[in-house]
């Protein structure tokens, strides 16, 4: 029923509606289907599209993605051997429609977009599936084992690239044979930070970027930039909300903060000592306009967002106590003095601290912290070993 009230509202088309129900125009049959979440998710995974590509001249890959957005981010690449689709619900006469239509030659899921239906019903139809750069959490780790989950999800999977040793652990004991381990990615290490296309008039070192935050962080971190400009006054934030559909309540919480903001979605010029970044794919912009990221999703109990993309622009990263998602990337930074861990009550005070000099000096330390952890040929090898078992 959302998704006919999201046609019935014309925030999608019927267009829209038939591709998650499996229908939509039939892509030519044997092409590699990679499913990728989102925006994040599918700009991750691009070396390794490439990689496919160029290794295997003669396939097409049939891309899904689970919002517009992301459909439309593979769409703009402009790939002739791609075609963009949105994906079908995890549901088993969705996927019945869906693989009869497109006859792929393999499944390729990226981070942690394993959804039982979609992998057992590929394999069960004699098509490959793999999950690169795959991540689990121990809790949802558990939560597959009480249901019975773990066991018949890792039976599916031809090949398992894993994007940290704890997930990789947490996988092997879900059921998932070593033989059928390769190499571990994080895909999110190769990728090259886009240049920005516009970048704020504000004195770096002064602004503060909070990023892709959920609700609950807001109020937090507004509480915490008052504080600190009452010390720093020429301190400036850019509060750009992991999903723009957000922005009226988070200009709600803004307001009640007292503290004056412009809006991006609006126009308004960056004027006020808040800026709302309420639009889609313009975070490269506001990573290279920020001397700190506080990174979202790490004081809402979301696990974390990527620390890997602000660092890629020498921002200073701050963070809180939720980091799962990213658990090897922020044990790393956090042990080479690459990021600031900080309790909710302390983020004001080290917003103050938090200097030219003392970010630089992050920025440097988290450089080489995260490049220690990656491996530019990763994605090609990755390509090699999935083309290989095909």
């Known amino acids: ?51 496919l590509l160029r290794r295997a001249p003669g396939r097409r890959l049939l891309i899904t993605t689970n919002t517009l957005t992301a459909r439309a981010l593979a769409q703009g690449w402009a790939e002739l051997r791609i075609e963009a689709r949105l994906a079908p619900l995890d549901a088993r006469w969705m996927l019945t429609r869906f693989l009869a239509r497109h006859r792929p030659a393999a499944l390729i899921v990226v981070e942690n977009e394993l959804w039982p239906n979609r992998l057992v019903m590929a394999q069960a139809r004699g098509v490959p599936v793999f999950a690169v750069g795959a991540r689990i959490s121990a809790r949802s780790a558990r939560r597959w084992r009480k249901i019975g989950l773990g066991r018949r999800m890792m039976r599916a999977l031809t090949a398992l690239s894993a994007q940290d040793p704890a997930s990789e652990a947490e996988f092997r004991a879900l059921g998932l044979p070593a033989k059928r381990c390769l190499p571990r990615l994080n895909l999110k290490t190769a990728v090259a930070a886009p240049a920005p296309a516009e970048v704020l008039e504000w004195p770096r070192a002064a602004t503060v970027l909070a990023a892709s935050t959920h609700a609950g962080e807001e109020v937090l971190i507004l509480r915490a930039f008052a504080r ?46 808040v800026y709302l970044a309420d639009t889609m794919g313009e975070m490269a912009n506001w990573y290279a306009s920020a001397g700190i990221c506080i990174i979202g999703g790490t004081f809402a109990p979301k696990g974390g967002h990527t620390p890997f993309e602000p660092a890629a622009y020498g921002c200073a990263l701050v963070h809180g106590p939720s980091v799962e998602n990213h658990a090897e990337a922020f044990g790393a930074l956090d042990a080479a003095g690459g990021a600031w861990a900080v309790a909710p009550e302390a983020l004001g005070p080290r917003l103050i601290e938090l200097d030219a000099r003392q970010q630089a000096t992050l920025a440097r330390a988290a450089s080489a912290a995260l490049a220690a952890l990656g491996s530019h040929d990763g994605p090609n090898a990755l390509a090699r070993e999935i083309l290989e078992k095909i």
């Open 1 to 51: 029923m959302r998704l006919v009230w999201r046609v019935l509202r014309g925030v999608e088309s019927r267009a829209d509606l038939a591709e998650r129900l499996g229908g939509g125009a039939a892509s030519a049959p044997g092409a590699l289907w990679l499913h990728a979440a989102s925006n994040g998710e599918l700009a991750s995974a691009r070396p390794l599209i490439e990689a």
């Open 228 to 273: 600190a400009r009452a010390a720093r006054p020429g301190l400036r934030l850019i509060l750009a909300p992991r999903h723009p559909r957000r922005a009226a309540e988070v200009a709600g919480a803004i307001r009640a903060a007292g503290l004056a903001f412009a809006q991006r979605s609006a126009g308004e010029p960056p004027e006020a000592p």
